[in-house]
């Protein structure tokens, strides 16, 4: 289930052993004393291996304290190791005679030393490490006129300081033969992830230590954010940071960067005396779907200042180039892995300023430069016409001179270069959107007069013939969401999520539908849903995106209710938070933040999805018409874009912050079954959710900062980001859960008890939550009334033997339900 390439929480447990004493061949060269203690038996397995069972039974006799010392064993670095001892241990009720002495236990210790020469010490310099005693994890075996119970015990002990430890087990009178000590360490194996190298790992010396590694980048990439990951005391990897991308010209194949091959045919076409016509083969091995090809070209020897052109054509003409003049051209193909590298350089000329007055080769130069200065004092003196001030003639002269330098400034898609210039360097024409470097901001499709323009501006266009459609798994509100796979050109089939335009739509609804991808085709980022396409040339129309197994994350939680560590948890808002902070960067509101519009995969990594328009908001079940027109899912919005629709980045904060209660409370519904009315009131008279059950009071605070009425209180999300991680970082923070008593009291506050009319008796109420199983116990201890029934707490259910952390937190979630309905509000701020 957890094992796979993807992104965040992987389980490969790895534990390596330090000693298994059924794998040693020859003597263990363990030592009992007093010698007429443990005795080894000397029995053989069916391949005439020893089997270093040591054996004591002296259950009749008076004070026993027999040891057995084991021989030096090196830690290898480990600070924590596990010792797991198999046994049996007689009953000593099967013992009538020796009733009155048998024991039923046996201790363990251990001493550490550097070296071998630390055995002969004193029995009270030994360290106890437990007592060890027979439970139910047995399994039983046949020994003909008699079963025995074979069981296991693992222990645990750190940190160990020196290089190496002795293990000794001691009898005091008990009959016990000890089959097998296996003695290891964990620690998380060596892997590459977000194509960063992760070096085999030593787990941590506490047990619930999580150590920070960081990964070094795999060949041919390069560190986008620090790739971190964390080694846990269980030896599993969890929650990932950061990731190392391809460099330009490689692409991202099989946790590998392998570079998609350079276009390596160009043949010249028709050449003017300004112009070159290019034509060239796609690349031999072009790994993927080519998106586009970059043409750089510059005037030979003159590579300092130099164009580039961009087109989704083998074919071009840079013109605006001067005659007679040699330009050495390089090109170079994209796909979604990103840029190949540049081809050879190619070098072609144009033609002379008049081939026919220019028999006598001689005089090229003359003709060039006497046309050179006519042009320029030609533009000087339109310059000077046009305009009526000296800083003007100026300002004609750079830009009819930009004009022939940069031609291709002009150009649909292109952005020009020239290291002169620098503000030029900086400029990057899209479509009639500039943009500086490293800003990139989130364009709204509305801002496109044809929609379909706007959908291949971000959206790459699939073959339907690519796409095999597999089963429903679920439905949008324009047709049925399926999973199936996709196959690309060159590279391997991958499973994908496909969303489908049913038949019948109006232009609206075609427009709306591929407004997502629109949307989602700007991003890029591990934890927002990821687009590989459109199906718009074929119908049904279609939109391709990643598959996400475990699909969305409110179903996804109430399935696996209790099943996830707190690590885990805050691991999944991490990438939430993470994904968020990558929006707001980009400048998107996302305005209908649930955990109903978070995708979930195999290896637990969120993923924020659900991207509209207008439409987000229609077709979510949970939004609501407001009265000022709009439709709102009022549970998860922040207050001032309830009442006057002022959505921002902040009420996506507090949107979070109902997401973190929703994660830490497996899927529970925000205010129960509250009317949207009453949300609205209570939150508007300063009530909060209470906390979730065993919530980390770290991560309520959180929530209730995210719940702050000013916005401008609220954190943002690169600070709730580095929050969780600091968290993740140190995990005992996240010990300290909110208080169980402080949070029923909380909400017990000025209302009166529990059941007044809601059930008539304590097994309808047992009944109607699933529970009855559990009605007999309540009566019988003395838990027959509702208003009983409203005392109990966690601590009660446990004694009544409510042992199933499921079934307290259904219990204790019901009683809570009841509870705030009836105060009408929630945690006071
Ligand atoms: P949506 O229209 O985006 O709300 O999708 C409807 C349902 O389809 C979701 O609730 C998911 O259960 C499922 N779904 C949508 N996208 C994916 C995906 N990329 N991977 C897996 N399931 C998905």
Redesign the pocket.
């Known amino acids: 289930f957890f094992l796979s390439q993807e992104n965040t929480i992987f389980f490969l447990l790895f534990s390596v052993n330090l000693l298994d004493s059924r794998t040693v061949m020859g003597d263990l060269g363990w030592i009992a004393y007093p010698k007429n203690g443990w005795e080894e038996i000397g029995e053989v397995d069916e391949n005439y291996a020893p089997i270093h069972t040591y054996q004591v039974c002296k259950v009749m006799e008076q004070n026993q304290n027999n040891w057995l010392l084991t021989s030096w064993i090196s830690n290898e670095g480990a600070s924590r190791i596990f010792i797991e001892l198999k046994f049996t241990l007689r009953d000593c009720n099967s013992l009538p005679g020796g009733l009155g002495t048998c024991k039923e236990t046996f201790n363990m210790y251990y001493f550490e030393s550097d070296d071998e020469d630390g055995r002969n010490i004193k029995e009270n310099q030994y360290i106890k490490i437990d007592t060890i005693a027979a439970d139910e994890s047995f399994t039983e075996l046949d020994l003909g006129d008699r079963v025995m119970k074979l069981n296991t015990e693992v222990r645990d002990v750190g940190p160990l300081t020196k290089k190496g430890f002795y293990l000794a087990f001691q009898d005091v009178g008990a009959c016990i033969a000890l089959v097998s000590v296996r003695v290891y360490y964990k620690k998380c194996p060596s892997v590459i992830r977000n194509l960063a190298r992760f070096p085999d790992t030593i787990t941590g010396a506490d047990s619930s230590q999580l150590l920070e590694v960081s990964g070094v980048c795999i060949n041919h990439s390069v560190t986008e954010e620090a790739p971190k990951m964390h080694c846990s005391a269980e030896g599993e990897w969890l929650v990932p940071i950061g990731k190392c991308l391809c460099k330009a010209g490689y692409e991202e194949k099989n946790n590998t960067c392998q570079a998609p091959s350079p276009v390596s045919t160009v043949k010249k076409g028709k050449i003017t005396k300004n112009s070159i016509s290019l034509s060239w083969q796609e690349p031999d091995r072009p790994n993927g779907i080519i998106l586009e090809y970059e043409i750089k070209y510059f005037e030979k020897d003159q590579e300092t200042s130099y164009t580039i052109i961009k087109s989704k054509e083998t074919a071009i003409t840079a013109d605006g180039l001067k005659p007679g003049s040699a330009y050495v051209f390089q090109i170079r193909a994209r796909t979604a892995a990103g840029y190949g590298g540049f081809s050879r350089r190619f070098e072609f000329e144009t033609s002379p300023v008049s081939v026919a007055a220019s028999s006598d080769q001689s005089q090229i130069p003359i003709i060039v430069v006497s046309v050179t200065v006519g042009v320029i004092l030609l533009a000087v003196v339109i310059g000077f016409l046009l305009s009526g001030s000296c800083c003007d003639h100026g300002c004609g002269w750079a830009s009819s001179l930009r004009a022939v330098a940069y031609p291709s400034l002009t150009w649909r898609c292109g952005y020009s270069k020239a290291k002169q210039d620098p503000e030029e360097e900086k400029m990057h024409f899209h479509n009639g959107h500039i943009k500086l470097p490293g800003v990139r901001t989130y364009v709204d499709p509305h801002t496109y007069e044809d929609p379909n323009q706007a959908v291949h501006e971000f959206a790459k266009e699939i073959e339907a013939s690519c796409i095999t459609i597999e089963r429903v798994?679920?439905?949008?509100?324009f047709g049925e969401?399926c999973?199936g796979r996709l196959k690309l050109q060159g590279k391997r089939e991958f499973p994908v999520?496909i969303?489908t335009l049913k038949v019948g739509y109006t232009e609206k609804q075609r427009r709306d539908f591929l407004g997502e991808a629109s949307i989602m085709g700007q991003f890029d980022h591990p934890n927002i849903?990821h687009l590989e396409g459109v199906v718009t040339k074929s119908k049904p129309v279609m939109i391709v995106?990643?598959?996400?197994e475990n699909?969305?994350l409110d179903t996804f939680l109430k399935k696996n209710d209790g099943q996830f560590t707190v690590i885990q948890l805050v691991g999944m808002l991490r990438g939430i938070a993470s994904g968020m902070k990558y929006l707001s960067d980009m400048g998107y509101v996302h305005r209908d933040l649930a955990a109903?519009n978070i995708?979930i995969n195999s290896n637990l990594v969120c993923k924020v999805?659900?991207f509209g328009l207008s439409r987000v908001l229609e077709?979510d079940p949970e939004a609501a018409y407001t009265t000022r027109g709009g439709k709102i899912p009022i549970r998860w919005t922040a207050p001032e874009a309830i009442a006057f629709r002022k959505f921002t980045s902040a009420s996506d904060v507090w949107s979070y912050g109902i997401v973190m209660w929703e994660v830490m409370s497996y899927g529970e519904r925000p205010y129960w079954e509250m009317t949207n009315q009453d949300v609205i009131k209570a939150v508007e008279e300063g009530y909060r959710l209470p906390s979730p059950m065993d919530c980390p009071a770290a991560l309520y605070q959180l929530m209730l900062d995210c719940w702050q009425k000013d916005r401008n209180s609220r954190p943002k999300f690169d600070e709730i980001v580095s929050m969780l991680d600091k968290l993740i970082r140190n995990p005992s923070s996240l010990k300290t859960l909110v208080n169980a008593s402080s949070r029923v009291s909380n909400l017990l506050v000025e209302h009166s008890p529990v059941g007044s009319g809601a059930y008539r008796s304590v097994g309808e109420w047992l009944e109607a939550i699933k529970m009855g199983r559990y009605t007999e116990i309540f009566m019988e201890n003395g838990y027959s009334s509702m208003d009983a029934v409203a005392q109990v707490t966690l601590e009660d259910l446990r004694r009544l033997g409510v042992t199933l952390v499921g079934h307290q937190k259904k219990i204790m979630n019901s009683l809570q339900e009841m509870k705030v309905q009836l105060v009408n509000g929630m945690v006071p701020l």
């Open positions: 798994i679920g439905a949008g509100e969401v999973s999520a969303k849903i995106t990643e598959y996400m699909g969305s109903r995708l999805s659900d077709d």
